[in-house]
């Protein structure tokens, strides 16, 4: 059950909706490929905040994933890095009144929830 918390974690993440003028549009999925595998000046990029401390949850939320037993610790930390950017996709959404960057957000924060409610219980 928690393998499957996890994994429902970065898969969610990936169907954040963003978009910005002029008419452009993508989703984290999307954005996260063009990153990592575009050939143009990736250091600036990658070195950015808004990318990097969620890049470093999708591999903590992806490490945890794969262990025999995930990590309560390592999957908070794994939220709340990724939940930076979504929780600011949500607000954007909010204040900007697009529908589509806010529906898009539930699917983390739904998962989000069920994680915290998963790992939240210490085992004995």
């Known amino acids: 059950m928690k393998r499957l918390a996890a994994l429902s974690l970065f898969l969610s993440f990936f169907v954040c909706y963003m978009e910005w003028p ?3 549009s993508a989703f984290v999925g999307e954005m996260a490929y063009q990153i990592l595998f575009q050939r143009d000046d990736q250091t ?9 401390l969620p890049f470093l949850g ?3 939320v ?4 794969l262990r025999k037993e995930p990590d309560r610790r390592v999957i908070f930390t794994a939220m709340a890095l ?3 950017l979504v929780l600011l996709l949500l607000a954007i959404g909010i204040m900007g009144g697009n529908a589509k960057i806010v529906l898009s957000t539930l ?3 739904g ?4 994680c915290f409610r998963v790992f939240r219980k210490k085992d004995a």
């Open 107 to 109: 699917p983390f924060i």
């Open 58 to 60: 999708l591999l903590l």
């Open 82 to 84: 990724m939940g930076i």
């Open 62 to 65: 992806l490490y945890a994933a």
């Open 111 to 114: 998962a989000s929830i069920w």
């Open 22 to 24: 002029p008419d452009n």
């Open 44 to 52: 600036d990029t990658l070195l950015h905040p808004m990318i990097l």
